[in-house]
């Protein structure tokens, strides 16, 4: 059974910087692919970010493209969330997950799909004052 626990989350002001991170719990992290998503208050959960088994390709919301980083530590089992320049409208629990999918190019075809992912954690609350 893989666990997911998401770290980082709290109240930044407009502008404001924080560092998401997600440790995974068994020895097949490596292997797969990992996403972050995010759900507002009265909003369907949408996906943020995500990161191929080996790091590349990245995948961005347009939304968050230039502010958001996505990276991995396979050694460490974590994946991270760097979000930079935050804005009010990013406010929403945030959720990393790991994806069905090991296969690069199955993968590419997937990362955006919340039913493509097998596994979620409990979510990290963000808030982002005016």
């Known amino acids: 059974q893989v666990q997911l626990v998401e770290s980082g989350g709290g109240l930044v002001q407009a502008g404001g910087s924080l560092r998401l991170s997600c440790a995974a719990s068994g020895r097949t992290f490596g292997s797969f692919g990992m996403g972050w998503f995010r759900q507002a208050p009265g909003k369907e959960r949408e996906f943020v970010a995500a990161?191929?088994?080996?790091?590349?390709?990245?995948y961005y919301t347009d939304s968050v493209k230039g502010r958001f980083t996505i990276s991995r530590d396979n050694a460490k089992n974590t994946v991270y969330l760097q979000m930079n320049s935050l804005k009010p409208e990013d406010t929403a629990v945030y959720y990393c997950?790991?994806?069905?999918?090991?296969?690069?190019?199955?993968?590419?075809?997937?990362?955006?799909?919340?039913?493509?992912?097998?596994?979620w954690g409990q979510g990290t609350q963000v808030t982002v004052s005016s």
């Open positions: 997950a790991r994806s069905y999918y090991g296969d690069t190019y199955r993968y590419s075809t997937a990362y955006h799909n919340p039913r493509d992912y097998a596994y």
């Open positions: 990161i191929n088994w080996s790091s590349e390709p990245t």
